[in-house]
Nanobody, 125 residues
Framework: QVLLVEAGGGLVQSGGSLRLSCAASWGTLSSHNMGWFRQAPGKEGEFGAAITWSGAGTYYGDPVKGRFTISRDNAKNMVYLQMHSLKPEDTAVYYC??????????????????WGQGTQVTVSS
């Protein structure tokens, strides 16, 4: 079990960048595969990115591929989501989530058993 806390959200203009961070206020992230999901008002949650426990494997949803980068620093117990070329349609609450190391697929929210409280990202046009 881990207790996750996201930070770094905010208001940014279209084309801008933000870096989200996810910290474990309790527990060790290196024991988990990690992911970022997002949910916009009135829409279903959407897979953003995932990274294996070692950082060797990364996966991205089509809407963010090529613009977002997920990374982790296990020594600091942190996971990051660097977002570039932001668009208004990226506006959402972004959630950090932890999945067991044994998780084979990391694109479904059902693969994850620990979630942060979310951080709001708003991209203005």
């Amino acid at each position: 079990q881990v207790l996750l806390v996201e930070a770094g959200g905010g208001l940014v203009q279209s084309g801008g960048s933000l870096r989200l961070s996810c910290a474990a206020s309790w527990g060790t992230l290196s024991s988990h595969n990690m992911g970022w999901f997002r949910q916009a008002p009135g829409k279903e949650g959407e897979f953003g990115a995932a990274i294996t426990w070692s950082g060797a494997g990364t996966y991205y949803g089509d809407p963010v591929k090529g613009r977002f980068t997920i990374s982790r620093d296990n020594a600091k117990n942190m996971v990051y989501l660097q977002m570039h070329s932001l668009k208004p349609e990226d506006t959402a609450v972004y959630y950090c989530a932890a999945a067991p190391i044994t998780t084979a697929t990391m694109r479904s929210p059902y693969d994850y058993d620990n979630w942060g409280q979310g951080t709001q990202v708003t991209v203005s046009s």
